[in-house]
């Protein structure tokens, strides 16, 4: 039997199945611990992956160097059909801790904007199907990286992730 589907909204409020929660904490209070908020003062938030006339940094590039600072592993898979533009693993003991990261440019300045939450969104809607135990992802991830050329190891040693995904998958 499988569990009903569960929604969580901005205001707190829950939806499991067809039974509505209202919302526990006050929506004005402190962002939740899952929420990390990054400086981004040294990136173009306008430019994906190109070189921005501004000399900051792209958004791509901007997100490989925070992803780098926590990973032992950064594949970037930018193309279509992508995993995620880019993959962060960490090596954690006996497990794995895997990122899947969604970068978009803007027209607009920073700022809370829900058409672009949109398009990023959505993307992560489509890499949940890689979201599920098992090797599934790893096998998919040692595909890719042997067969796409647009899917390379942009941080860490490509050898040992090539050993760590033969022994997870």
């Known amino acids: 039997e499988h569990a ?26 402190p962002v939740p ?19 921005p006339e501004s000399g900051l940094l792209n ?8 992803a780098a600072e926590a ?3 950064v594949v970037s898979d930018h193309e279509s059909g992508e995993l995620a533009d880019l993959v962060a693993v960490k090596e ?20 809370g904007r829900v058409e672009d939450l949109y398009v990023v969104v959505g ?18 991830l040692q595909r890719r990286l042997r067969e796409r050329v647009a899917t390379t190891v942009v941080h860490g040693d490509s050898d040992a992730l090539g050993d760590a995904l033969d022994a997870w998958s």
Do not use: M, Y
């Open 71 to 73: 990973s032992t592993w």
């Open 123 to 140: 993307q992560a809607v489509r890499s949940l199907r890689w979201c599920r135990p098992g090797t599934v992802f790893w096998l998919e």
């Open 92 to 111: 954690n003991g006996n497990a794995a801790e895997v990122s899947l990261l969604h970068c978009k440019g803007s027209r607009e300045p920073p700022g």
């Open 33 to 51: 611990d899952f929420v990390l908020g990054l400086r981004w003062s040294d990136v173009d938030t306008h430019v994906e992956e190109d070189t």
């Open 4 to 29: 009903p589907t569960t929604v969580f909204f901005g205001d707190g409020a829950v939806v499991t199945g067809t039974s509505l929660g209202a919302p526990t904490a006050d929506p004005t209070g």
């Open 59 to 66: 958004i791509q590039d901007g997100a490989l160097a925070r």
